[in-house]
């Protein structure tokens, strides 16, 4: 007779293999790529509201994979921003293969667990949501789950947390108080974040620089990586128009265009 006691442990074996397993680098690829663009699925924003209330998460990231993404970053809040963790798990089940960034207010490990199970390779981490030992905490507890860790920073005053040893070291160009963004705060933050940064180990082994949102020309991508950023988090820009992931492609198309 079938035992299906052992069926279920042995499928539960599968997924556990599944969640331990090395995820996709979100590091590595944004270091092999020359556009470095973290494409963002979002459906909401708390200032905007609804920006495309029918984005499909089986069509999108997938479409943004196929355009030239080099990851993808998911909104996972509910509440604010219309996610949902089973986007990610979505996404990967259309054949989504390249990072997927699990993007949240992460304040408790089982988010963590969350992350690791629904399909993401790396997690958000945000300074201004917690102290830094918390943020030590929830860092090393990622590493053990096989999550990179993109580390977002606001302020000067916050750049000590970059000492901690992310994967990733974000520059967020939007207040998240006002929500009011400007790019010029990647620049005025990136000499500093790399003198923190390579202080903590060498240049080539530190993380890599994220600049992160109100990015919508071109040009200010080029100027970002002369700034020493590798990687660059657009999510509105492209989600407002009718087909994302053509407008990736032509924002990319423009970029090699400034070569």
């Keep these: 007779m079938k035992d299906i006691l052992q069926d279920i442990i042995a499928h539960k074996r599968q997924e556990l ?51 030239g993404a080099a990851a993808i970053s998911i909104l996972t809040d509910k509440d604010y921003f219309g996610g949902h963790d089973d986007f990610i798990r979505t996404a990967r089940q259309s054949d989504v293969i390249i990072p997927i960034l699990y993007k949240n207010f992460v304040i408790d490990e089982m988010q963590l667990y969350e992350a690791a199970l629904c399909g993401a390779s790396a997690v958000l981490l945000i300074a201004a949501c917690l102290t830094k030992e918390q943020c030590a905490v929830l860092l090393g507890k990622a590493h053990t789950l096989g999550l990179e860790v993109l580390l977002e920073m606001h302020s000067e005053a916050e750049l000590e947390y970059a000492q901690l040893g992310p994967d990733m070291c974000g520059i967020n160009n939007r207040n998240l108080g006002s929500f009011v963004t400007d790019v010029d705060n990647s620049f005025r933050l990136a000499e500093k974040l790399c003198a923190v940064t390579v202080s903590n180990g060498s240049a080539t082994g530190g993380p890599v620089l994220v600049s992160e949102s109100g990015i919508s020309n071109p040009a200010t991508v080029r100027a970002l990586r002369d700034a020493g950023f590798r990687g660059f988090l657009i999510g509105e820009n492209f989600m407002k128009t009718d087909d994302p992931g053509l407008a990736l492609r032509d924002f990319i198309s423009q970029t090699h265009e400034l070569h």
């Design 17 to 67: 293999e599944r969640m331990y397993a090395k995820k996709p680098s979100m590091k590595e690829a944004l270091l092999a790529s020359d556009t470095g663009i973290i494409a963002e699925f979002k459906r909401r924003s708390p200032s905007k509201g609804w920006i495309k209330e029918d984005g499909r998460a089986d069509i999108i990231p997938l479409s943004y994979q196929q355009n």
